[in-house]
């Protein structure tokens, strides 16, 4: 027995080995724009790598940049993390810029594959333009900030400040040659065996990084960060703030529908999530929310179309102006505003033509129903007699003789009486 229990000791000894040794280096991407999302699923795998015991980190990146406060946020948890960790700029025709260039030069190791760019860093404010002496200050605020991370990791701090007050970009070959990044790498083999044997200090001490046999494991967003991270696209947010608006006036306009009007409410409240991450002039919200009301206006003001028409030209202005922004990952794509502009006005023209036909529909029921309803006379009306009415015997009176047998038709309702003429 005893025999028998030390085998297994040994044997579940060995297993947890081998399994910590091919599950040692954690692999994260990152791609697209830098926002809130990216910066808790960085956090989350350094966090996790940590509790695991992984021997690196490696985040393989692909951004045109992104929000300030994610990315420090992201470099915070760098520094802060007890597993090393690589950024590598690849594949080729990838590029690590503005936020993604901050990032990439606080990780341990900074490498890039051939025909990928670093840089560009300068400092891009969202929303409302500050004056000269604001924007001064947010680019001294940045280059006293890459500098200090320059430092730490020993990169050339002259070529990183130009990176931020002259948007400065370089090729992989230029950033190794000025010594912004540490090597390059064709793919992810030489780059694991570049870094085999390479030191890398945490706490005060310099430890050797043993990667032989270690196996790649990737981790990829979770189900609920890869909806917020798709919500977060200025295209999806502009699309859900349009389908929420729709719900509310298809909701307004036909009260009671009730589907339109929650899944309005839910467009709404993801759009409104979204926007805080993005560029928004709410200028451009108010006008388009401004367009709904001219819509819903037409349906119950006599305007010849000019309600209609301004609506229209309060949507299109308002889509233009909804985010304020010089980098294009923080626009919306206008062919796609052209074709909701166009969608959204044609939905608007059916309901506003359905609601006006309503409105100058006969009425079916009560007097008003029966006036211009075609009959016959049921008896002699000189000047009083019975007719019938759709489906019905009245008593009816008439200016004119009726014999019977004649069709009429109702011009008035008194009472129970109507007031009838030949046909």
Same mark, same amino acid.
């Given at each position: 027995?005893?025999?028998?229990?030390?085998?297994?000791?040994?044997?579940?000894?060995?297993?947890?080995?081998?399994?910590?040794?091919?599950?040692?280096?954690?692999?994260?991407?990152?791609?697209?724009?830098?926002?809130?999302?990216?910066?808790?699923?960085?956090?989350?795998?350094?966090?996790?790598?940590?509790?695991?015991?992984?021997?690196?980190?490696?985040?393989?990146?692909?951004?045109?940049?992104?929000?300030?406060?994610?990315?420090?946020?992201?470099?915070?948890?760098?520094?802060?993390?007890?597993?090393?960790?690589?950024?590598?700029?690849?594949?080729?025709?990838?590029?690590?810029?503005?936020?993604?260039?901050?990032?990439?030069?606080?990780?341990?190791?900074?490498?890039?594959?051939?025909?990928?760019?670093?840089?560009?860093?300068?400092?891009?404010?969202?929303?409302?333009?500050?004056?000269?002496?604001?924007?001064?200050?947010?680019?001294?605020?940045?280059?006293?900030?890459?500098?200090?991370?320059?430092?730490?990791?020993?990169?050339?701090?002259?070529?990183?400040?130009?990176?931020?007050?002259?948007?400065?970009?370089?090729?992989?070959?230029?950033?190794?040659?000025?010594?912004?990044?540490?090597?390059?790498?064709?793919?992810?083999?030489?780059?694991?065996?570049?870094?085999?044997?390479?030191?890398?200090?945490?706490?005060? /001490?310099?430890? %050797? @990084?043993?990667?032989? *046999?270690?196996?790649?494991?990737?981790? $990829?967003?979770? #189900?609920?960060?890869? &909806? +917020?991270?798709?919500?977060?696209?200025?295209? /999806?947010?502009? %699309? @859900?703030?349009?389908? *929420?608006?729709?719900?509310?006036?298809? $909701?307004?306009? #036909?009260?009671?529908? &009730? +589907?339109?009007?929650?899944?309005?409410?839910?467009?709404?409240?993801?759009?409104?999530?979204?926007?805080?991450?993005?560029?928004?002039?709410?200028?451009?919200?108010?006008?388009?929310? +401004?367009?709904?009301?001219?819509?819903?206006?037409?349906?119950?003001?006599?305007?010849?179309?000019?309600?209609?028409?301004?609506?229209?030209?309060?949507?299109?202005?308002?889509?233009? +102006?909804?985010?304020?922004?010089?980098?294009?990952?923080?626009?919306?794509?206008?062919?796609?505003?052209?074709?909701?502009?166009?969608?959204?006005?044609?939905?608007?023209?059916?309901?506003?033509?359905?609601?006006?036909?309503?409105?100058?529909?006969?009425?079916?029921?009560?007097?008003?129903?029966?006036?211009?309803?075609?009959?016959?006379?049921?008896?002699?009306?000189?000047?009083?007699?019975?007719?019938?009415?759709?489906?019905?015997?009245?008593?009816?009176?008439?200016?004119?003789?009726?014999?019977?047998?004649?069709?009429?038709?109702?011009?008035?309702?008194?009472?129970?009486?109507?007031?009838?003429?030949?046909?």
């Amino acid at each position: 027995m005893k025999i028998a229990a030390l085998v297994f000791v040994i044997s579940l000894a060995i297993a947890t080995v081998c399994y910590a040794e091919q599950a040692s280096i954690r692999l994260v991407s990152v791609t697209g724009p830098i926002n809130p999302v990216t910066a808790g699923y960085l956090a989350r795998n350094l966090q996790e790598s940590a509790r695991q015991g992984d021997k690196l980190v490696l985040v393989e990146m692909d951004t045109p940049g992104g929000l300030d406060n994610s990315m420090r946020s992201i470099v915070k948890d760098i520094f802060a993390s007890s597993v090393p960790v690589v950024v590598y700029v690849a594949p080729t025709g990838s590029r690590a810029a503005s936020a993604g260039a901050v990032i990439a030069i606080a990780a341990d190791f900074c490498v890039m594959a051939p025909g990928t760019a670093i840089g560009a860093a300068h400092p891009v404010t969202i929303g409302q333009k500050p004056d000269t002496v604001m924007q001064e200050k947010m680019v001294n605020d940045m280059l006293a900030y890459v500098e200090g991370i320059a430092v730490e990791r020993g990169r050339n701090t002259v070529i990183i400040r130009q990176m931020v007050s002259k948007s400065l970009s370089l090729s992989a070959e230029k950033a190794l040659a000025e010594k912004v990044i540490d090597f390059l790498a064709v793919d992810r083999t030489e780059l694991l065996q570049k870094l085999n044997g390479k030191n890398v200090r945490r706490g005060g /001490v310099s430890l %050797v @990084l043993d990667l032989a *046999g270690a196996k790649v494991v990737r981790h $990829e967003m979770t #189900t609920r960060e890869k &909806i +917020l991270d798709i919500i977060g696209d200025p295209n /999806v947010a502009y %699309v @859900l703030m349009m389908l *929420g608006f729709l719900g509310l006036f298809f $909701e307004l306009s #036909t009260p009671g529908a &009730i +589907l339109p009007g929650v899944i309005g409410g839910i467009s709404l409240i993801l759009a409104f999530f979204a926007f805080q991450t993005l560029p928004v002039n709410y200028a451009g919200v108010l006008l388009i929310l +401004l367009a709904l009301i001219l819509f819903i206006a037409e349906i119950k003001i006599v305007s010849h179309g000019m309600l209609t028409v301004g609506g229209i030209l309060a949507m299109t202005l308002g889509s233009i +102006l909804l985010f304020d922004s010089p980098e294009p990952y923080l626009k919306v794509s206008l062919s796609l505003i052209v074709t909701t502009v166009l969608l959204v006005t044609g939905l608007a023209f059916f309901v506003i033509r359905k609601a006006i036909s309503a409105h100058r529909r006969k009425p079916f029921s009560g007097k008003e129903g029966l006036i211009g309803e075609k009959g016959y006379a049921d008896s002699d009306i000189m000047p009083e007699g019975k007719v019938f009415v759709r489906g019905e015997y009245w008593n009816a009176w008439s200016d004119q003789p009726v014999s019977r047998g004649e069709k009429i038709f109702v011009v008035a309702v008194e009472g129970l009486m109507v007031k009838v003429e030949k046909m």
